[in-house]
């Protein structure tokens, strides 16, 4: 059974930081391609960051320079660093393992408020 588990979400003032990490089971974790993704309320979710079997990196215009999407295949483990967080970052942050076939965590919640 494949669970993608996100943590590190929490409530933070404009400038902050915080880490999250998605925990996977049940894949073959350095085979997959992942990638974190979000949704503010009222909107589409978006692609935040990506990070291919290689390591490649792939972000969103409003997020570059000030996030960074990493993993750990010892650890199955993918992070998401944010640095310098807006209000508009502010969301909830999902963890995607995979293309086709894509599984998909419960995601965690980000407030940037004052």
């Known amino acids: 059974q494949v669970q993608l588990v996100e943590s590190g979400g929490g409530l933070v003032q404009p400038g902050g930081s915080l880490r999250l990490s998605c925990a996977a089971s049940g894949i073959f974790f350095s085979g997959y391609d992942m990638a974190w993704y979000r949704q503010a309320p009222g909107k589409e979710r978006e692609l935040v960051a990506s990070?291919?079997?290689?390591?490649?990196?792939k972000y969103a215009d409003s997020v570059k320079g000030r996030f960074t999407i990493s993993r750990d295949n010892a650890k199955n483990i993918v992070y998401l660093q944010m640095n310098s967080l807006k209000s508009d970052d502010t969301a909830v942050y999902y963890c995607?393992?995979?293309?086709?076939?894509?599984?998909w965590g419960q995601g965690t919640q980000v407030t940037v408020s004052s």
């Open positions: 990070i291919t079997r290689g390591s490649s990196t």
């Open positions: 995607k393992a995979g293309i086709q076939p894509n599984y």
